[in-house]
């Protein structure tokens, strides 16, 4: 199934390449930087390693060869999964490097070359959902919980949601009363955070199998990093009045990514009761 590409502000096309390569560029960029930062941590202590023990050096060597290569691999492989949507080895701990290393790393080189931090970002965010994407397996719909923020409801609207979502009206204001019908038809979780503390202990409380996460580029690569190694697929939201008030999300993008990453049960054959088991087919 193909998901459809998300509307402005540009977001993750899952088979767009070149919204991506500011990503492969700049982990790139950075993983040759701390490729050279280590073989320069190598080559400065050499002669004083040698006064230790003739044998420090080329240990020492052997470690820092190993790591320059793990580097250049998980970069290489993580380019490798981008580029053509096939897992490949490696790519899968690739994601967990970038994420704890290399993405405030990316973000440091990318001021320094004029980039914007929300480009990189995004592109994070899309290269994170491309991954997501080519992950074959199907999960029950419990195990998939949709993140929101708190700016998906409405500023005016008297009925908080912070404790329950339950309490919406579905008065049709605000893409939440889609959003429920959404949960409602597919039977997955859904809850509102009002911060990333928030986020956490719902995370920690749900135990998702993968999360469905709508907000801002900052929100969506914090949450990101936080829950990692969990799945996350960033849903970036629409914010025609701004940031963090009366935002919208695409509902026939969401659909489309629960029935791609939903087990839904297959439907029985009309005249079976449920429970029964299928009627052999007519010689």
């Not at 204001?173 to 959003?179: A, D, H, N, T």
């Amino acid at each position: 199934m193909t998901v459809p590409d998300e509307p402005s502000p540009p977001g993750f096309p899952a088979d767009s390449i070149p919204g991506k390569r500011l990503f492969i560029g700049l982990a790139a960029g950075t993983s040759l930087l701390l490729c050279l930062l280590l073989l320069l941590g190598w080559i400065v202590p050499v002669v004083g390693f040698g006064n230790i023990h003739p044998s420090v050096p080329y240990i020492t060597g052997i470690l820092l060869v190993a790591a320059i290569m793990a580097i250049a691999w998980g970069s290489v492989s993580l380019a490798l999964q981008i580029s053509f949507g096939r897992p490949v080895w490696g790519s899968q701990r690739a994601r967990g490097l970038t994420v704890a290393l290399l993405l405030p790393l990316m973000e440091a080189l990318a001021f320094l070359f004029g980039v914007k931090r929300d480009e990189v970002r995004r592109s994070f965010i899309k290269v994170n959902n491309h991954l997501t994407l080519g992950r074959h397996e199907r999960l029950p719909p419990e195990r998939i919980l949709i993140l929101l923020p708190h700016c998906i409801q409405r500023a005016d609207c008297l009925v908080r949601l912070s404790y329950s979502v339950d309490a919406c009206r579905r008065c049709g204001r605000c893409p939440l009363s889609g959003i429920l019908a959404l949960r409602d038809r597919y039977g997955v979780g859904l809850a509102i955070a009002t911060g990333g503390s928030i986020a956490r202990r719902i995370v920690v409380e749900a135990k998702p199998g993968l999360i469905l996460a709508v907000a801002c580029e900052r929100d969506l690569t914090s949450g990101i990093r936080d829950t990692h190694p969990l799945p996350v697929f960033g849903i970036l939201n629409q914010r025609p009045e701004g940031p963090c008030r009366n935002t919208t999300v695409d509902l026939d993008l969401m659909a489309s990514l629960l029935e791609r990453f939903a087990a839904l049960p297959t439907p029985l054959p009309p005249g079976t009761a449920p429970g029964a088991a299928p009627r052999a087919a007519a010689p």
